[in-house]
């Protein structure tokens, strides 16, 4: 009786999280995959083949874009790294209990608005009238207005700024278990802060650090407001490319291919990431 009554409370337990990962999760991947290999071979008359992936594949311009988006997603995934680091060390091993609250606190004010405001904030800064160009100019700094918006420049700042805080919180949270008479004991055998922070912090961040970087990429891969709005049409990125299937040319078929093909290289990507840093995924979780 009593083992039946802790296995009905198991079940009740796991029944949210096993209904959220099946519903919002599995269901709509298995359907997009089933989508991506239709084909349309006459009004309302499908067949199934890989011909969606082919076009992909035979079209420089999707593919191009894809890497494109990959290569700058990693470019915001390390410049987040290089600035969040130095931030979590500080919040874990620095920092008082009510200034660890308020760096938090921070680093949070960008997520309480949504991303469309904070993107339309950077406009206000870098467009041609905006704050920053105004400001240049009272100083004499420019004789006239310039527009820093629409450039890959913006975008990767607008990124950067939006995903900080998820490469800070994973971080901060390896560091604050990590034992300060280990960094004690490297610099009692004659180690320099370069060469601790090489031999003993880094390498016992790299769980938070993996992390934060899998987070960061796949949020950055999946963006479309920041990079549509700071970028304009002088910045292309892969979700404008599967929008455009789905909402532009009613190519349900072709949007889900795009965005199976941007789950694989993502995918593939974050597996390097794991491979190269020799970390496995289940260890990142655990130790996060």
Known sequence: MQKDIKRLSLILLFAPFALWITLLILLPHIGMVVLSLREKVAPRVYEYGFANYIEFFNEPIYWNTLIRTGSMSLLVTVLALIIGFPIAYYIAKIAGPRMRGALFLLCLIPLWVSDLIRAFGWILLLRETGVISSFLQWLGILSGPIEMLYNDVTVIIGLVYTVILFMIVPLASTLDGMDNSMIEAGYNLGGRGSTVLRRII???????????CI??????AGSYLTPILLGGK???WFTEQIYD???TRYNWESGAAFGM???AFTSIVVWLGLKLTGQTLANTVTKT
Do not use: D, E, K
């Open 261 to 263: 093909l941007l789950l």
């Open 245 to 247: 299937q789905f909402i």
């Open 202 to 212: 880094i390498p016992y961040a790299m769980p938070g650090i993996a992390s934060g």
């Open 215 to 220: 987070i960061v990429f796949m949020l950055t």
């Open 234 to 236: 002088n910045s292309s």
